[in-house]
């Protein structure tokens, strides 16, 4: 019985007795698949999106996630935002020598149910042990293969102006909830991470808006870094209502207290999208009817490009820029 993760279990026979009693049956597959060098599936009709990324949070665990469920969440929302179904995961896995076996278990499972609520597959993966102090317990790298129906054209570049904006929930949970989770920050222990896999909303919202111009998920940099992105490639002006934009309660008094701005805050389970007007009602009560859009809210519009790429009109009646944060504030939330 493996209790803790040894440099040994990085190759050999100790790297063949870690897959066969932890890293394949926690992951759900078959203790006597055979293990090829790739995953092999047939073409899908449509475009092949595909993404990677690398999650190393800190702590592994927090309120409303851990780092399994936060690795295939983001890689499915970022192939959910390009309007593809997604289909299959890759799995890499740094393990920090000493690491609690039990705490990898957890992980581990915590992916598999994900993926099973999803409906996407592991696939494939890879196994590596790193001397101690060199990971902090573990980090994970994941890849998704999704495919995008004939049709859709969601991108970045696509905003024009007249065109609505929407976000599919309050804003900021995720990286207030990292926060006090980190620092044991009693007031804001009310924050839980809103972490989930939305292909199923965006699904719903392009079922009522069928031509939305673009998807994007307000991870790092938060809402505001979403925001100038879509109008710098789009060469368009974003200007939103502050009175419009949903922040929760214990997102709102946490920021105030360390005097950050709820639109610079991480979120794991929201995203920006960009309507045409006349689909935007019908985008928004599709988002309110699903389970992970009950909150969601429309928050501004699209104009010709002006002086800045992202402006505000505020609750006193006056006009602020919204800046791309200037460095990463919650370092290691994702």
């Known amino acids: 019985m493996i209790k803790t993760i040894q440099l040994s279990h990085g190759s050999g026979r100790g790297l063949d007795d870690l897959l066969h009693e932890i890293i394949l049956p926690e992951t759900g597959m078959a203790a006597d698949a055979v293990l090829e060098d790739a995953a092999v599936f047939p073409l899908q009709k449509g475009c092949i999106a595909f993404t990677t990324d690398s999650f190393v949070v800190q702590p592994l665990e927090f309120p409303g996630g851990d780092i399994g469920k936060l690795a295939v969440c983001g890689t499915v929302n970022d192939l959910a935002v390009m309007g ?14 000493g ?3 039990g705490l990898l278990r957890r992980m581990l499972r915590s992916m598999r149910d994900e ?14 042990v790193v001397d101690k102090g060199k990971a902090d317990g573990m980090f ?28 599919s929930g309050p804003l900021g949970l995720h990286g207030i909830a990292i926060l006090a989770a980190r620092k044991g920050l009693n007031f804001a222990s009310l924050a839980v991470s809103d972490c989930a896999c939305l292909h199923t909303l965006v699904e719903a919202m392009l079922a009522a808006a069928p031509h939305t111009h673009c998807l994007r998920d307000a991870t790092r940099g938060g809402c505001a870094a979403v925001l100038n992105e879509l109008a710098a490639a789009s060469g368009v002006t974003i200007s939103i209502s ?3 934009v949903p922040v929760p309660p214990e997102v709102t008094s946490a920021c105030g207290f360390l005097g950050l701005d709820p ?15 006349k689909e935007s009602g019908a ?8 389970e992970l859009g009950k909150g969601a809210c429309m928050i501004g519009f699209v104009e010709k490009k002006g002086k800045f790429p992202a402006i505000m009109r505020t609750a006193i009646g006056g006009t602020r820029v919204v800046d791309v944060p200037p460095g990463e504030l919650l370092p290691r939330i994702c």
């Open 242 to 244: 502050q009175d419009a």
């Open 84 to 97: 593809a179904v997604p289909l299959a995961l890759s799995v890499a896995l740094i393990l920090e020598e």
């Open 99 to 101: 690491l609690d076996a």
């Open 115 to 128: 993926c099973g609520r999803t409906g996407i597959t592991i696939c494939c993966g890879d196994t590596k």
């Open 263 to 277: 639109l610079h805050i991480a979120n794991e389970g929201r995203f920006v999208a960009v309507v045409p007007e």
């Open 283 to 290: 985008a928004l009560s599709a988002l309110r009817s699903h």
């Open 140 to 167: 994970i790298t994941t890849s998704g293969i999704g495919v995008v129906p004939a049709g859709r054209d969601i991108s970045a570049a696509n905003a024009r102006p007249g065109d609505r904006v929407l976000v």
